[in-house]
């Protein structure tokens, strides 16, 4: 019954999403003046949009040429501080409640292939991932994607060599970088006017190193996010044995 | 000085919560000397030239963001002299009552603060303010009881009264737009009358008021003396602070009567009192616990205030007021007195009890003498005031309610006798016990003074009343010191003493010249009876049972009680209670489908309403 | 003044926790501390000058993130980071580092949504404050706990995902994310994405917020949480939570259908929560469908708030009484009495600010969520209240009778912490600071 009530409310809820959804109009014109925006701080109206803003100013005033990354790291990075916090705190909450956990069974040795192999690999992946956060700015990628292939170089380790545990290292890499980001922000509320602001000249865009406080931030990003996630299997692990 | 004597009391508070009994009492006595002052300072204002220092009269004290304002009123000033008074010598009798100071103290100071603040309000906010203050500081008093009773049926109480009472306030401030009482005119519409009745209602729990008295005799009969005595002789009486205000200064009673055209509310204000008074004596005759007893009576005896109040002419409010005044006085006596027994023998049954009078005979003469006054025996203020409230209710042919306060009169003295006998007089079981510490007695005896001076000058009470009469505009009785004259007949001090005093000549002779003789207690009592209960002295005791027949006349229709009613009221909250807990499944997955039910509604909702 | 400071002290400090093991607890113990001075601080700028904003990574705002701290948002930033210091020293030094670390993660997140002007900000910190609380509930690791932990997380992330859809169909019509951005443009919206969109944050926000039905997770998550952590929700997160409802609601949506709504569900809360208290046996419990009444009762001053300057002084007051007096209930929870002189003290001024009685905090939002309700001519809403009152006044009676005098076992600073945090109802209730607070429009709001 219960089961029963469950469904067909499910499929009600789907319906109407779908209906929702349906209604929303298919395209925009970014440039029409319903979506001009208003600054709350002093009510002055402006003559474009946020996106239209975005597309428009990007390259300008971060030196980012990527405007993913821009508005990720510079416009909004303050949610993205948020978002790497989030994943600490998930991090921090699984290694705390499982820290009590009983260990599970032996798990065998892994074959001859996959142990010599993931050696080799594991340079590669983790050039690779330092490779898409450091260009995070200039390519599609950065910190988030970045970090993730750093970790599952790890995840491999892990599966090839079961006695493979990164004890202390790897919560000092997840503070440090959580530090630095936090540092960098705090530096932009010294040298400049505001929390995360850029404070170092932006270059010219197109460049390795351009785009201001964005390549530091996203290789933090790199190193918290790979470490926070190679934190967290690496404690999956230890619980499971 | 307001100001002064307020700070004083919150600071006398927060001391007397650190220090030890002896000090903390004398402290408490100590700050309870300004008031005092201060109100004899104002009665200056209201025709008594006693002392004269121009201690002004009104003051504001801001409280996070608002002010509360707080003046001398004739009213205020005619309440503030039954509570005051009763402080300091609730305090000496402490003195000595108390092994260790755990609480009573400072609450006992914050009671007082807040009855001052009830009484001296000028605005509803200052009023309810510290009306809830007095409740939760009276509350925390009765919690030291930890009767569970008593504390929750009090606790419980409190919050409704301070409710219906808040109830009539927001009414009342949606009609006027203010909150001061000097410009609050009730509507005569559905909304004003509601606000009366609300309040009202809310003012008699605090007064004891049947059927809304449940409460009471769990508080009274559980808590400290002390307390009970300022519970029952000061705090009672705010409410009637309360009824006087909203019926007569704000004439609600007018309200009420332009409204119900044919049917009179004031009556049933009246009916009310009468019922009150009646079926809480024919309780009280069968109560053993002499507190309990003491409950049922004060409930009785502040019955009449409200049939004064209802009846509400000149005459009828006269005497309840000044019922009001002896009743602060009388019980407080009455309570400190079972105090005392209870110090000195460690009982309260009347059954257990017995001769006390002969240890204690200073005990017994103030105690006599309250219950006289209680019981309305003439000469005492007691008579004075009850005839005033016979006369009226004649006199506005309030046919059912006088002969109620008639019979309920009678029956007060019956059973005021069982303490008087069944406690000080009788067979004399406590041959070894003390005399009360002489700060009990000395309390005692200061608080039965009021009652001398009004027994024989009962006009200056209605001097004292003259001005809060006129504020409510009501008329005052034509009156001098010895005589109140009233429509039908004038009340004369003298020739009562004289009528009393030719009848008690011959009383007195048969008395002197008829020989006596001291009997064993069982030598009389036994004539008769049953011998084998011999050995139980409770059963054999005078003052067990002593109403029998009456008891088992009356006493089946008493038998669930009023509790019993509330009590069904709270089970039935409960069973509803479990119902609503049965929503909380503790399952996650109805959970997460309330929750996206609830979305689907509310969008459904919103999108097609 | 930088609000901002608010958030990355503790985050910068929560990151260098793993680093100082040891030292964990009282590194915790100090950033709360800065952070509470900060908030004090902040508190009074914004007392004597008014709104502060603070512009992040120095975009102008609907451009970039702004915080913008008003009346209420500087007074909860304070009550929050003030009461979890307190409560962090109830807790005591014997927690571990990650406990410490979740802790401040928690106490971050909630004074961030509380001062953020951004809506996806807020849910960025909703998920901070989720995520946290989530494993705080967990920490007795026993499997009560574990229990209350994981229904408190499936609601909570279905919460989030409704706040998700609900932010990204206004940004699907408005293309803004900051609140003010977009209350000034509410009325170009298409109608029915629009109540969509009120529906999704309704529902998502009141999962955190305990407004019934969404609070399923309430009792079994309080329950099994330690005294502590209890006592963090009760005045961190869930207040943040109430208080984001009243922002969205107040300065997004002040339209009459939500008023309706909010004040139905505000009141049917308040019911069903003093109503399920009344018999329950489990102090924990009893207290936390207690705490789900008093969100009912704040619920009502917000719907109220639409268009009565006395209900926004009532949020103000209500929130203050309710963070001091459950807060230290909760910590007294963790044992089953009051014995001694600072335990007992805790019990009944707690209880006495609970139930509203004057001069506690409680009092003064129970009176002017009434005069709001008689001004606007809702007798219907006044005797619920009333009745819910005596509900309440009911069972906490029976609290009292029989937790009073019994044998009890915490540390003297514990008892000392609780014994403040209950005083903070009294002091709050005597000092005009709240009154001229409520008095200050709050930033960008429509309605009154």
Do not use: C
């Not at chain 2, 204002?45 to 509360?68: C, D, Q, R």
């Not at chain 3, 209950?422 to 409520?438: D, K, N, Q, R, V």
């Amino acid at each position: 019954m219960r089961k029963l009530a469950g469904i067909v409310i499910a499929g009600i809820f789907f319906i109407s999403m779908m209906m929702l959804f349906y209604h929303l109009p298919a395209s925009h014109d970014l440039s029409s003046n319903e979506y001009y925006y208003r600054n709350p701080i002093n009510g002055s109206v402006a003559n474009e949009s946020i996106p239209e803003h975005y597309i428009k100013y990007t390259k300008n005033e971060t030196g980012a040429v990527n405007a993913v990354t821009a508005i990720v790291v510079e416009y909004r990075g303050f949610d993205t501080l948020g978002e790497v916090t989030v994943l600490f705190t998930a991090a921090t909450g699984v290694s705390f409640l499982l820290s009590l956990a009983v260990r599970g069974r032996k798990r065998e040795e892994a074959n001859l292939i996959l142990k010599e192999g993931s050696k080799l690999v594991l340079p590669f992946i983790l050039l690779t991932g330092a490779y898409i956060f450091i260009h995070g700015h200039l390519t599609p990628g950065g910190g988030f994607p970045g970090g993730s292939v750093v970790a599952s170089g790890f995840l491999l380790m892990m599966l090839a060599y079961p006695k493979f545990f990164m004890k202390d290292r790897i919560s000092w890499f997840e503070s440090a970088a959580g530090t630095a980001f936090v540092v960098i922000g705090l530096l932009g509320l010294v040298l400049a006017t505001s929390f995360l602001q850029n404070f170092i000249p932006v270059g010219t865009p197109g460049q390795l190193v351009s785009a201001g406080i964005i390549p530091l931030i996203y290789i933090a990003i790199g190193f918290k996010v790979g470490s926070e996630l190679s934190a967290i299997v690496n404690k999956m692990k230890e619980v499971q044995g | 000085m307001l100001d002064i004597i307020l700070a004083e009391i919150l600071v006398a508070a927060i001391i007397t919560f650190f220090v030890g009994r002896k000090l903390a009492a004398i402290i408490a006595m100590a700050v309870s000397i300004l008031p005092l002052i201060a109100l004899l300072d104002w009665a200056s204002l209201y025709g008594f030239n006693i002392i004269h220092l121009g201690i002004e009269k009104s003051i504001s004290i801001p409280i996070a963001g608002v002010s509360l304002n707080l003046a001398i009123t004739p009213l205020g000033w005619f309440f503030a002299l039954m509570i005051i008074p009763l402080f300091p010598a609730i305090m000496l009798f402490s003195y000595s009552f108390y092994k260790k100071n755990d609480g009573f103290y400072p609450f006992m100071l914050l009671a007082l603060l807040s009855s001052i603040g009830i009484i001296m309000a000028k605005d509803m906010l200052t009023f309810f303010l510290f009306w809830e203050m007095m409740s939760w500081s009276s509350f925390l008093l009765v919690y030291r009881s930890r009767d569970k009773e008593a504390v929750m049926s009090y606790f419980i109480f409190s919050s409704l009264s301070a409710f219906l009472i808040f109830l009539g306030i927001l009414i009342i401030y949606q009609q006027n737009a203010s909150l001061l009482l000097s410009s609050i005119n009730i509507e005569s519409n559905a909304y004003g009358v509601v606000a009366i009745i609300s309040l009202i209602a809310g003012f008699a729990i605090k007064s004891v008021l049947m059927p809304l008295h449940a409460w009471a005799p769990y508080v009274y009969s559980k808590s400290d003396e002390p307390f009970v005595a300022f519970l029952a002789g000061g705090l009672s009486k705010l409410g009637y602070y309360g009824m006087f205000l909203i019926l007569f200064i704000l004439a609600g009673a007018k309200v009420l009567e332009t409204y119900f055209t044919n049917l009179s509310p004031n009556y049933i204000l009246a009916v009310f009192g009468a019922l009150s008074a009646f079926i809480a004596t024919l309780i009280a005759f069968m109560q053993d616990d002499m507190r309990k007893l003491l409950a049922y009576s004060s409930i009785g005896q502040l019955g009449y205030i409200a049939i004064g109040f209802g009846i509400g002419t000149p005459l009828a409010v006269s005497g309840a007021l000044f019922q009001a005044f002896n009743h602060a006085f009388f019980k407080a006596v009455l309570f400190l007195a079972a105090g005392a027994v209870a110090y000195r023998t460690g009982k309260w049954k009347i059954s257990e009890l017995g001769g006390v009078g002969y240890r204690m005979p200073f005990t017994f003469m103030a105690t006599l003498f309250a219950i006289f006054t209680l019981a309305a025996i003439p000469i005492t203020s007691g008579f004075a005031a009850k005839w005033l409230l016979y006369e009226s209710a004649i006199d506005a042919k309030y046919i059912f309610v006088a002969p109620i306060m008639l019979i309920a009169g009678v029956g007060a003295f019956l059973y005021s006798f069982r303490i008087l006998y069944g406690v000080f007089l009788g067979e004399n079981r406590y041959p070894n016990i003390k005399e009360a510490p002489k700060s009990m007695v000395a309390a005692m005896f200061i608080l039965v003074m009021p009652l001398l001076i009004f027994l024989i000058f009962p006009g200056y009470m209605l001097d004292m009343m003259h001005d809060a009469l006129i504020s409510g505009n009501i008329a005052t009785l034509n009156h001098n010191a010895f005589v109140i004259e009233t429509s039908l007949a004038s009340y004369n001090t003298i020739a009562v003493i004289v009528a009393l005093m030719i009848a008690l000549i011959p009383a007195i002779l048969i008395y002197k010249t008829r020989k006596h003789r001291v009997v064993d207690f069982m030598d009389n009592y036994l004539a008769g009876e049953l011998p084998e209960l011999y050995d139980n002295k409770i059963s054999m005791h005078a003052a067990s049972r002593f109403y029998k027949p009456i008891e088992e006349i009356i006493g089946p229709y008493f038998e669930p009680g009023t509790m019993s009613y509330y009590m069904a009221i709270y089970r039935g909250l409960k069973a509803i209670s479990d119902a609503v807990r049965k929503i909380y499944t503790g399952k996650a997955g109805d959970y997460a489908i309330y929750v996206t039910l609830f979305l689907l509604i509310i969008m459904g909702w919103f999108i097609w309403m | 003044m930088h609000p901002v400071l608010l958030i990355a002290i503790p985050l910068l400090v929560a990151f260098i926790i793993p680093l100082f093991k040891k030292y964990g607890p009282s590194i915790a113990l100090g950033a709360l501390a800065l952070n509470t001075g900060i908030s004090i601080a902040l508190f009074s700028v914004v007392y004597s000058t008014g709104t502060v904003h603070e512009i992040i990574a120095g975009f102008a705002p609907p451009i970039g993130i702004f915080l913008a701290v008003d009346s209420l948002s500087a007074l909860l930033a304070m009550i929050i980071n003030l009461f979890a210091l307190i409560n962090f020293m109830a807790i005591g030094k014997a927690s571990e580092y990650k406990f410490s670390m979740l802790y401040l993660l928690a106490v971050a997140g909630s004074t961030g949504i509380v001062i953020t002007g951004d809506i996806f900000n807020m849910f960025v910190f909703f998920e901070i404050t989720a995520v946290a609380s989530y494993a705080l509930v967990a920490s007795r690791k026993d499997k009560k706990s574990m229990e209350g932990a994981i229904k408190y997380m499936i609601l909570g992330s279905l919460g989030s995902i409704f706040i998700l859809i609900g932010i990204a169909l206004i940004y699907s019509q408005l293309k803004s994310l900051n609140i003010y951005d977009i209350a000034s443009r509410i009325s170009t919206m298409d109608a029915k994405i629009k109540w969509a969109s009120v529906a999704m944050l309704l529902t998502g926000i009141g999962v955190e917020a305990e407004i019934f039905p969404l609070n399923g997770w309430v009792p079994d998550a309080y329950q099994g949480a330690s005294g502590g952590v209890a006592s963090l929700l009760s005045f961190g997160p869930s207040k943040a939570a109430i208080y984001a409802i009243a922002r969205i609601m107040l300065v997004i949506f002040p339209l009459q259908k939500v008023y309706y709504l909010v004040l139905t569900i505000g009141v049917i809360t308040l019911l069903i929560g003093e109503l399920a208290a009344l018999k329950q046996e489990n102090v924990k419990r009893m207290l936390a469908y207690s705490s789900i009444g008093q969100m009912g009762l704040i619920t009502i001053a917000i719907a109220m708030g639409m268009n009565e300057k006395n209900a926004i002084l009532a949020i103000f007051f209500l929130m203050v009484s309710h963070a001091s007096s459950k807060a230290s209930l909760f910590l007294l929870s963790d044992s089953s009495g009051m014995g001694s002189a600072a335990t007992k003290y805790t019990g009944i001024v707690s209880v006495l600010g609970i139930v509203g009685m004057p001069p506690f905090a409680g009092f003064w939002g129970k009176w002017y969520l009434l005069m709001a309700a008689i001004n606007g001519n809702m007798l219907w809403v006044i005797v619920l209240i009333f009745f819910s009152g005596i509900v309440e006044a009911a069972y906490f009676a029976r609290y009292l009778h029989r937790y009073y005098g019994n044998e009890e076992s915490f540390s003297r600073l514990t008892k000392y912490s609780m014994a403040v945090l209950a005083t903070m109802s009294l002091i709050f209730g005597l000092l005009p600071l709240i009154y001229e607070m409520g008095l200050k429009t709050l930033f960008g709001m429509g309605g009154v």
